[in-house]
């Protein structure tokens, strides 16, 4: 079955710090994988996305994240990190007409 | 543009009692449409699918149904509420076939339930 997993419940970064969020999945057959955003009080956004070709995606926001067949990875990164990037992150596996996501990271910024 | 409503944004309801939130799409056709689940804690919870009228399918067993008896309209339901049934609810949809095509989920912007 389909699964993912995002091992940091919460991780708090200052401002201007770089920033790893972590994602692993399990799926038979290649991914198409996802991250999305959720600021508070609004609805999700997609960040970026990857189906196939260069592993290393980039996204809106300054985000990218690098897709690792052999780890089963698709962790996000920014290596500057704003204030305004508090907000809850998930991470997630399409397949066919389904998306599967996982548990959520959540980021604090300290000043 | 297609855009998506849900509604209402926050709800207060009795344990017991009935639940009915609705999920309408505009701008595009025969959409594939998702009910998801964000319990406080937790990450999000895909509760059912559908890809087309009348067609539903039940990702996790529950006391929720969702029926669709529109090609943009999608309903998730509740005879009787439980305590656990608290949580953030999002509607959101993508085109058929959505992997070859637009490759992209559309989200509602959710309702927040409170079951007391």
């Known amino acids: 079955a389909q699964s993912v997993t995002q091992p940091d419940i919460h991780i708090t970064v200052s401002e201007g710090a770089s920033l790893e969020l972590r994602c692993n999945y399990s799926y038979g057959a290649t991914p198409y994988l996802f991250w999305y955003v959720q600021s508070p009080g609004q609805g999700l956004q997609l960040l970026l996305k990857y189906f196939s070709g260069d592993t290393l995606v980039q996204g809106i926001k300054g985000f990218e994240a690098e897709f690792k067949r052999s780890q089963s990875s698709f962790n996000l990164r920014k290596p500057s990190v704003h204030w305004s990037d508090a907000a809850e992150y998930f991470c997630a596996v399409g397949t066919g007409n389904q998306f599967y996501f996982g548990t959520g990271t959540s980021l604090t910024v300290i000043p | 543009s297609q855009t998506i409503h849900q509604w209402p944004a926050t709800l207060v309801q009795p344990v017991g009692s009935p639940l009915s939130l609705e999920c309408t799409v505009e701008?595009?056709?025969?959409?594939?449409l998702y009910w998801y689940r964000q319990a406080a804690g937790r990450g999000l919870q895909l509760l059912f699918y559908?890809?087309?009228?009348?067609?539903i399918s039940s990702e996790v067993p529950q006391n929720l149904s969702a029926s669709r008896p529109q090609d943009r309209q999608f309903i998730l339901s509740s005879k009787k509420l439980l305590l656990s049934d608290s949580g953030f609810y999002l509607c959101?949809?993508?085109?058929?076939?959505?992997?070859?095509?637009?490759?992209?989920?559309?989200f509602g912007s959710g309702t927040q339930l409170s079951v007391l």
């Open positions: 559908s890809v087309g009228i009348g067609q």
């Open positions: 959101a949809w993508s085109t058929q076939g959505a992997f070859l095509a637009n490759e992209k989920l559309f």
């Open positions: 701008g595009t056709s025969n959409p594939n």
